[in-house]
């Protein structure tokens, strides 16, 4: 018993071990990050990235970034962006898995393996006809085309809200449909609202990836001003 004991003491002080030490690498940037936004040019030249500065009220580096950088419109966009590309996603991922999961018509499967077949395509090999589209439909440095985009490249979030509706019992949907509900009734108010978790887990991941993303951001819009 003695034995176990310490045997499972070891096993604890080495996860929270290594969960602590992983935790302070991933925070380590940042506390980098913050501390050489306060030093001035002089200081960053001569001192280490961990060395405190010498006065934590020098905030001419926020300055610069904000006038010669344009980062006050650049995080508007930012914003704009996010928040538009949520909305639209949600609304589209959770009507077309309705659809796809409620709906028995031909083609169904055909469409929901499409779908997987597109989660298997990697994003850089369709760059060049996805360019060119933009290009042909003159979407390039604007917001609604980065918009759309993004909104387009949303097969995962689909999924997650077809296999949520494949844990909702169909029986609402008929009941409300004797109640004399439609479709629209149905969706909006009945099964709309048990998807929450759903549309949560899929806003983090949609929202972490439209705001980290680079690459397409660069290429789409290259017009400073943006």
Same mark, same amino acid.
């Given at each position: 018993?003695?034995?176990?004991?310490?045997?499972?003491?070891?096993?604890?002080?080495? %996860?929270?071990?290594?969960?602590?030490?992983?935790?302070?690498? $991933?925070?380590?940037?940042?506390?980098?990050?913050?501390?050489?936004?306060? %030093?001035?040019?002089?200081?960053?030249?001569?001192?280490?990235?961990?060395?405190? !500065?010498?006065?934590?009220?020098?905030? /001419?580096?926020?300055? @610069? $970034?904000?006038?010669?950088?344009?980062?006050?419109?650049?995080?508007?966009?930012?914003?704009?962006?996010?928040?538009?590309?949520?909305?639209?996603?949600? +609304?589209?991922?959770?009507?077309?898995?309705?659809?796809?999961?409620?709906?028995?018509?031909?083609?169904?499967? &055909?469409?929901?393996?499409?779908?997987?077949?597109?989660?298997?395509?990697?994003?850089?090999?369709? @760059?060049?006809?996805?360019?060119?589209?933009?290009?042909?439909?003159? &979407?390039? /440095?604007?917001?609604?085309?980065?918009?759309?985009?993004?909104?387009?490249?949303?097969?995962?979030?689909?999924?997650?809200?077809? @296999?949520?509706?494949?844990?909702?019992?169909?029986?609402? /949907?008929?009941?409300?449909?004797?109640?004399?509900?439609?479709?629209?009734?149905?969706?909006? %108010? +009945?099964?709309?609202?048990?998807?929450? !978790?759903?549309?949560?887990?899929?806003? +983090?991941?949609?929202?972490?990836?439209?705001?980290?993303?680079?690459?397409?951001?660069?290429?789409?819009? @290259? /017009?400073?001003?943006?």
């Amino acid at each position: 018993m003695a034995g176990r004991k310490i045997g499972r003491g070891v096993i604890a002080f080495l %996860k929270y071990f290594s969960l602590v030490f992983f935790s302070f690498v $991933a925070v380590l940037p940042i506390v980098s990050c913050v501390i050489t936004a306060f %030093k001035t040019d002089e200081e960053y030249g001569s001192t280490n990235v961990m060395t405190l !500065p010498k006065s934590w009220f020098n905030f /001419d580096n926020f300055v @610069q $970034a904000f006038q010669k950088a344009n980062m006050g419109k650049a995080f508007v966009n930012s914003f704009i962006i996010l928040v538009c590309v949520l909305a639209i996603s949600t +609304i589209i991922g959770t009507q077309l898995a309705f659809v796809l999961n409620r709906f028995k018509f031909r083609g169904n499967e &055909l469409i929901k393996n499409l779908f997987l077949f597109a989660t298997l395509l990697p994003g850089v090999a369709m @760059q060049v006809s996805v360019f060119g589209i933009m290009t042909n439909l003159h &979407l390039i /440095d604007s917001l609604i085309g980065y918009i759309i985009l993004m909104c387009g490249t949303d097969v995962i979030s689909i999924y997650i809200y077809i @296999q949520f509706f494949e844990n909702i019992d169909k029986s609402l /949907d008929e009941s409300a449909i004797v109640d004399g509900a439609g479709y629209f009734t149905i969706f909006y %108010k +009945i099964l709309l609202p048990l998807l929450k !978790p759903a549309i949560v887990t899929s806003c +983090i991941l949609k929202g972490v990836g439209t705001y980290n993303e680079y690459y397409n951001a660069n290429l789409y819009l @290259q /017009d400073k001003k943006l």
